[in-house]
């Protein structure tokens, strides 16, 4: 049994927290659930509520709150961005372009790690960048699997439809040619969390003379399978 951590107002913290986890909870139902006195469980969730660890529902009984989720994502990009280096890496040589691993963020997507070809300055894209959610094969990727709404409103200045994407959900993969930048093609395919969303978008971008105007046909099999081992890689770090 655990006898705590020796700090008494964060073990029954964490009390109340590991009681919600199965589920929404009244205060009496908190009560019983860590064995506090209701004064303390009501102090103590209001309090994890100020901070976002808890959270009402529509009935008004206590739930787990957003700030969770907020941090099990840092955590689960922190793992993503371990695991990408040498995948990267290994598609960079595999393919002889430039990688790059983007997320979402608002209305644009940013290159979280990349692999670059040691020549060929033009096509380098820096961690960091920032480009638009409407063209490119990673914008692609990164909207295929949005719910309804969202995606609805990523297609309005997009360069694509919503015949491409629904292209793209069946084959599990994208490719752009001259969409974001004259001259530059790229293929893209989608990186998965333990429960199955897409977060990220795993790519390989350089001039259109070496990658053609059907990139796909050249690379898609080995980014598919770059992203492949990214999505496993966060499944193998969840279940650990």
């Known amino acids: 049994m655990d006898n705590g951590s020796g700090v008494g107002v964060l073990d029954k913290a964490a009390l109340v927290l590991a009681a919600l986890e199965a589920g929404p909870a009244t205060l009496a ?3 019983a659930g860590t064995g506090l006195a209701r ?6 969730a209001v309090a994890l509520e100020h901070h976002r660890l808890v959270a009402r529902d529509m009935q008004g009984r206590f739930v787990l709150g957003p700030r969770l989720a ?3 994502a840092a955590a689960g990009e922190d793992r993503l961005l371990a695991a990408a280096g040498p995948v990267l890496a290994r598609l960079r040589d595999i393919t002889g372009e ?3 691993l983007w997320r979402r963020q608002g209305e644009h997507r940013v290159c979280v790690a990349a692999a670059e ?6 096509d380098t894209i820096p961690v960091g960048s920032q480009l638009t959610m409407n063209a490119g094969s990673a914008a692609q990727i990164l909207l295929a699997w949005e719910d309804p709404e969202r995606m609805h409103r990523g297609l309005q200045n997009a360069a694509f439809s919503a015949t491409a994407l629904s292209g793209i959900r069946r084959r599990g993969w994208s490719q752009s040619v001259g969409e974001r930048e004259q001259g530059v093609a790229s ?3 989608p990186v998965r969390s333990p429960g199955g969303k897409v977060i990220a978008a795993v790519s390989v971008s350089g001039p259109l003379e070496r990658l053609s105007r059907q990139p796909g046909r050249m690379h898609a099999p080995a980014v598919l399978a770059a992203a492949d081992r990214l999505s496993e890689s966060l499944r193998r770090a969840a279940a650990e």
């Open 29 to 31: 139902g908190l009560v």
């Open 70 to 72: 907020e941090l099990s």
């Open 187 to 189: 293929v893209s395919a």
């Open 39 to 44: 004064p303390t469980a009501h102090r103590l």
């Open 98 to 100: 430039s990688a790059q």
């Open 117 to 122: 070809r040691p020549s060929g300055l033009r």
